[in-house]
């Protein structure tokens, strides 16, 4: 059997929906949040050097921009085929063989892949001020733009870090020349150009859409971040809590002939909506509850407002059953609970994972199956059970 009929055969068993390895993302910089459930001891599997693990990514495609020492795939998904790690195929592959089949006819036709992904972020403590570029600036360098938004579970932070709070572009009466100093000033000193800017304390169970060319400081919360399918960033903030960032991370994105072209680096950033007065009520998102269609189960929007991307936290109750329907392909992580998803009687949120090891949280729906619905059965007496789903842009999320 070739490798397109045996993907093609794995996805007919699984009716539909295929289930995801723990994808793990090191980082060099900042500190491990610690709250991923992976073993402290894995925690630097990959090397010193190549620093602690940070991030997990789910249904990517796309590489991680990570510096020299990172594979060419890492950050690239992979599917469980059988209970041998080893025997794990990329997502990637399976997107390419099955195409329309998995993610339905128009979003195939229109990205000819699936076009975001999302992830954990698990830092202790707060990140650089930077900025993700749109797609004029991204195409530069043959990348594409990045929007992305945050939502920060309960069943994820019972411990918020070292500085829970997160900035946001600038404070309305910064002008553009006081940027500017800071930047010129990215070898010279500590330009600390937070102080430019305005901090808002992370509510849990709530979140946030990020625009491209928004320049901002996350906070130390494990935020779950739906996103599009690219890594591309600018680092505008050079020294964070003693940590000294290289003037590379600010220009990493441009051509060479902009990389000392401070116009160019400026030009970046998208002025008005980084010193916008009513930043907080364009783009903070609270849950926007679903319009109860089932008694079964409960979900809200938790990403919305936004024409790349959306996500929904859904949960079922103790000892509940619920089909669980949507139009659109989605992938979802279980954070909370055990029980059955679709054909998998042994789905759960972890409770500690080793590096390498294959896990029950994470599955990925083709449009077909999501529209005949997935059966989802909570086996606890005790306790709910709470999904997080993203979607691409056809999910039908409220836009205003």
């Known amino acids: 059997m070739s490798a397109a009929d045996s993907i093609r055969d794995l996805f007919r068993r699984r009716e539909g929906v295929l289930r995801l390895v723990p ?16 073993h402290p001891d894995d925690l630097f599997r990959l090397g010193p050097e190549r620093g602690a693990i940070k991030e997990r990514w789910f249904c990517s495609i796309t590489p991680a ?19 041998n790690p080893g025997d794990a195929i990329f997502f990637r592959d399976a997107m390419e063989t099955l195409g329309a089949d998995l993610i339905g006819p128009d979003l195939y036709k229109q990205y000819g892949a699936w076009p975001m992904f999302a992830k954990f972020f698990d830092y202790e403590g707060p990140l650089f001020h930077h900025l993700h570029l749109d797609n004029a600036a991204a195409a530069k360098t043959g990348r594409k733009g ?18 829970p709070l997160t900035y946001f572009g600038f404070d309305p009466g910064v002008s553009k020349d006081e940027v500017r100093r ?24 709530t979140g946030w859409y990020t625009p491209p060319g928004v320049v901002h400081a996350p906070g130390s ?28 991370s600010l ?67 103790p000892g509940g059953s619920a089909l669980v329907k949507d139009e659109a392909a989605y992938g979802c992580v279980i954070v909370q609970g055990h029980g059955s998803f679709g054909m998998y009687d042994d789905a759960e949120a972890p409770q500690l994972l080793r590096y390498g090891q294959l896990s029950g949280d994470e599955y990925f729906v083709s449009e077909a199956s999501a529209r005949a619905g997935v059966r989802v059965v909570n086996n606890s007496r005790h306790e709910e059970m709470v999904i997080l789903r993203h979607f691409g842009p056809n999910s039908g999320a409220p836009e205003a």
């Open 23 to 38: 994808n793990w993302i090191p980082r060099s910089f900042n500190r491990p949040g610690r709250r991923m459930r992976l």
């Open 65 to 83: 921009e990570n510096g020299p020492l990172a594979p060419p795939d890492e950050g690239l998904s992979r599917v469980e085929t059988t209970r």
């Open 221 to 248: 919360c494990l935020t779950y971040e739906p996103q599009w399918n690219s890594d591309v960033a600018s680092v505008m903030e050079n020294v964070v809590q003693g940590e000294v960032i290289p003037r590379a």
């Open 146 to 163: 990045k929007p992305e938004a945050y939502y920060f579970p309960v069943q994820m932070n019972n411990y918020m870090g070292d500085f």
């Open 251 to 317: 220009v990493s994105s441009l051509p060479d002939a902009e990389k000392n072209d401070i116009d160019a680096i400026m030009g970046m950033m998208d002025w008005e909506k980084n010193i916008d007065p009513l930043y907080r009520q364009k783009y903070f998102l609270p849950k926007l509850p679903c319009p109860a269609g089932t008694k079964d189960y409960a979900e809200s929007w938790i990403s919305y407002r936004n024409p790349f991307f959306a996500a929904k936290e859904t949960i079922i109750p």
């Open 182 to 205: 800071c930047l010129l000033d990215f070898e010279t000193r500590d330009s600390r150009i937070t102080e430019l800017s305005r901090a808002y304390r992370i509510e849990l169970g």
